[in-house]
């Protein structure tokens, strides 16, 4: 079986790492691991969409997409301590980090759990879904990501996305055109765009 960071069950050995990163001027610390995306630092990708994420004046709960060991989702909940950010990830291993990491930034606003997808939250609406989608994944993973999340959003809620330019920024923003009536491109930086589906 091929070991990837979106592997239900990664493979590879337990090792961590410990790791902090400045994210809008606040200084989060993280544990990570093997078998995680980004293990060793906080990437690029992820730092712009916490830069340039907007919460949407509409209420309701936010979605952290593929949360990895949680630095996207965690800083969220701590910026917007009035809200309930979920944050959901396959990877088992990838979860237990999320729900540690969640007590030693201490943010309690939160609720981690894993899900294939939104496979465990189709109950559940959300005003704002935010996504660094795991790209080697595949096109078909991704889409379903930005299907899933447009059910799962309330009438006026936004999909946030960071991708790459190299690794289908354009067709991303084709396909969102597809299904939502609003997208723009928020920002972009060293190839990375960050886009809003509205």
């Not at 990163?21 to 690029?44: I, N, R």
């Not at 936010?62 to 910026?79: E, K, Q, R, T, W």
């Not at 007590?103 to 759990?113: A, Y």
């Amino acid at each position: 079986m091929s070991d990837h960071y979106y592997s239900k069950q990664p493979q590879s050995k337990e090792k961590t790492f410990n790791i902090t990163s400045s994210l809008k001027g606040e200084v989060f610390s993280f544990q990570t691991g093997a078998g995680v995306f980004s293990k060793k630092e906080v990437d690029f990708g992820s730092k712009l969409l916490i830069e340039s994420f907007q919460m949407p004046e509409l209420s309701g709960d936010v979605l952290d997409l593929g949360c990895g060991y949680g630095p996207i989702g965690i800083s969220v909940a701590y910026f917007y301590r009035h809200r309930h950010v979920f944050l959901a990830d396959v990877n088992e291993r990838a979860i237990s980090l999320a729900k540690y990491n969640a007590t030693l930034n201490d943010v309690e606003n939160i609720t981690v759990l894993q899900s294939d997808g939104l496979a465990e939250l189709k109950e559940r609406t959300f005003a704002a879904v935010i996504t660094n989608p795991p790209i080697r994944a595949g096109k078909q993973v991704i889409q379903r990501f930005y299907t899933e999340s447009k059910e799962c959003l309330l009438p006026g809620g936004e999909l946030w996305v960071v991708i790459q330019k190299k690794q289908g920024a354009p067709s991303t923003i084709t396909f969102l055109k597809t299904l939502f009536e609003q997208v723009d491109i928020v920002n972009k930086k060293k190839g990375y765009y960050i886009i809003r589906a509205k």
